[in-house]
């Protein structure tokens, strides 16, 4: 008599992948993705080498017209509110770090989504079984904005040294922390504007409207009047006056527990609502076929 009816009576039921494997895989599948995504954007930028060089140097021409400008200022006075002039090259710093790392991940890719519903190829990224929003808002990679981003950092480094702060570990670490909030939420403001193309297709003039407000991160708080209507707004509704002084702040040891946690709670308001946002537009997209 034959035993095979036993021994497959006797297999072992398939039991699911845990959901703590099921994350892993997936997290390793999108970390595949975006090294191939980064392998991409250095391809491109050697395909173009001018372009990335002429890039870097108006940047820093940019830069240094920002520090050519607070030196000027500084002719005529020793201080803005409670910013000294050091305290204002640091802060000038700490805006164009964050400013460039920002650039450097999300600013083209944000630029690009009102061209891709306007041509149609948002259709394509909608049909890969991926997260979208990971893709549209990671394709592209500026690798100029982290050379840009270590001029800033020099800068901030040497106006430190004329400040002679000495900054420990936990107060770098907490500098890092609220730099990527601050990155968190200009990402966010900036996706949720891109996404008005939804409805008026083109909408490059608003996200390059909201890029030029960076400028305003470059000034102290103190030089606009506590409870006016233009230091309200960039700093509750469009809160670019917060993403750079509170940093700054940080590393001359005068931030307050209250500004730090104001930081913190736009940057999960602007997330949520990015996240919205971005869900109401997707349902009303009705593809470049329709």
Avoid at 86 to 96: A, E, K, P
Avoid at 144 to 172: C, R
Wanted: charged share 10%.
């Amino acid at each position: 008599m034959s035993l095979k009816p036993e021994v497959q009576s006797l297999k072992l039921p398939e039991t699911p992948a845990s959901d703590h494997t099921l994350r892993t895989t997936a997290l390793k599948r999108y970390l595949t993705i975006y090294i191939a995504l980064w392998k991409n954007s250095v391809t491109r930028e050697t395909m173009f080498k001018g372009n990335f060089v002429l890039w870097i140097i108006v940047e820093m021409l940019w830069f240094a017209l920002q520090l050519g400008f607070i030196s000027v200022l500084y002719l005529h006075t020793e201080q803005i509110g409670s910013w000294t002039k050091w305290q204002v090259v640091l802060l000038v710093g700490v805006s164009h770090f964050i400013q460039q790392i920002f650039q450097a991940f999300f600013l083209v890719n944000c630029i690009n989504l009102s061209e891709l519903v306007r041509s149609g190829k948002l259709d394509f990224l909608l049909m890969l079984p991926i997260n979208t929003r990971f893709l549209l808002s990671l394709r592209q990679v500026d690798l100029g904005g982290f050379v840009n981003a270590a001029s800033a950092m020099a800068v901030m480094i040497y106006a430190a040294g004329k400040l002679q702060l000495s900054p420990a570990l936990p107060t770098l670490l907490g500098f890092g922390a609220l730099c990527l909030i601050g990155i968190c939420i200009h990402y966010c403001l900036m996706f949720s504007l891109a996404t008005v193309s939804f409805w008026t297709v083109r909408a490059q003039g608003i996200v390059f409207g909201y890029y030029n407000l960076f400028n305003i991160a470059r000034m102290p708080d103190d030089a606009f009047p506590k409870g006016g209507i233009f230091r309200s707004v960039f700093t509750f509704v469009l809160p670019v006056l917060l993403v750079s002084n509170v940093p700054a702040r940080l590393l001359t040891e005068r931030l307050t527990s209250t500004s730090c946690l104001l930081l913190i709670g736009l940057a999960v308001g602007c997330a949520l609502a990015s996240e919205w946002i971005w869900r109401i537009s997707v349902k009303r997209y009705t593809s470049a076929s329709s």
